[in-house]
């Protein structure tokens, strides 16, 4: 099928324009189901939280999405639970048995020195492919916007591959306000500072979805995103949908607008 003005996307493995679904406990069937229609339009299946370690068949579940061109990690939560327990060992031993492709290092629910952070992103990129997320998972708990840059980057440096920027699956805290929008002034210091291909942006809504493909395009990297959404966001990516049908259709298209009321 052609149709004119479409952005170009990467074919898979992809470095930009990146996919990360949010798998919070799908049954084998419901992956397989998931596979079959957006398998390919998936980079990354995360494994959201401490679901890993609850659901059954997760090592099947790894393996299903691995044969299927989709890369594998566990919610950075699950790192965190065995860090503040002084249990890395064990964590290796239990990625090491999935066999997972990626890991999640994350701080976003206890305190850590940022340079510790930094040990653990330069001793698991040895042997994976490391994802940091930076901010907090409580609106009460404040991350200076002075810093989130220079986290990031101190985190590329020590070895990640893409730094994750922090919202959670509600899309209410880390890089959005309250209600869900973005925070302008936070992003926009951070695109100063942090290539936009090295940052994964946790998106689980629309509006959010919609805001960053206006700003970056379709090769915004977007993470968290609900596994029923990942189709609806591919047609956002490419203007196949309202909120994003103009953005990339040449000028001498835009007087087909709909005029908005006042």
Not at 8 to 36: A, C, F, H, N, W
Request: aromatic residues 12%; charged residues 30%; contains cysteine.
């Amino acid at each position: 099928m052609e149709l004119s003005y479409l952005p170009v996307r990467e074919d898979k493995p992809r470095s930009t324009g990146i996919t990360m679904m949010m798998d919070k406990g799908l049954s084998l069937g419901q992956v397989r189901e998931l596979i079959s229609v957006a398998g390919h339009l998936i980079d990354y299946a995360k494994l959201g939280f401490g679901t890993s370690f609850v659901c059954k068949y997760s090592k099947e579940k790894v393996k299903l999405y691995q044969d299927n061109g989709i890369k594998v990690f566990l919610g950075g939560t699950l790192f965190e639970a065995y860090s503040v327990r002084n249990m890395i060992e064990g964590y290796k031993k239990f990625i090491d048995d999935l066999k997972v492709d990626a890991i999640e290092i994350s701080d976003g629910s206890i305190k850590m020195d940022h340079e510790k952070k930094c040990e653990y992103i330069r001793a698991f990129a040895k042997d994976y492919i490391v994802l940091s997320e930076v901010g907090a998972k409580e609106d009460e708990i404040f991350t200076d916007p002075e810093k989130w840059a220079e986290y990031m980057q101190s985190e590329l440096d020590a070895g990640s591959r893409y730094v994750i920027a922090e919202a959670r699956e509600s899309g209410t805290v880390g890089i959005y306000n309250k209600d869900g929008t973005v925070d302008i002034y936070l992003i926009n210091d951070i695109l100063k500072k942090i290539p936009s291909k090295q940052i994964i942006w946790e998106a689980p809504l629309k509006q959010q979805q919609a805001w960053f493909i206006k700003l970056i395009g379709a090769k915004a990297n977007l993470g968290n995103i609900n596994p029923y959404d990942v189709i609806p966001l591919e047609t956002l990516r490419l203007g196949l949908r309202g909120d994003t049908f103009f953005e990339f259709l040449p000028e001498e298209y835009q007087k087909f607008k709909l005029k908005k009321k006042k």
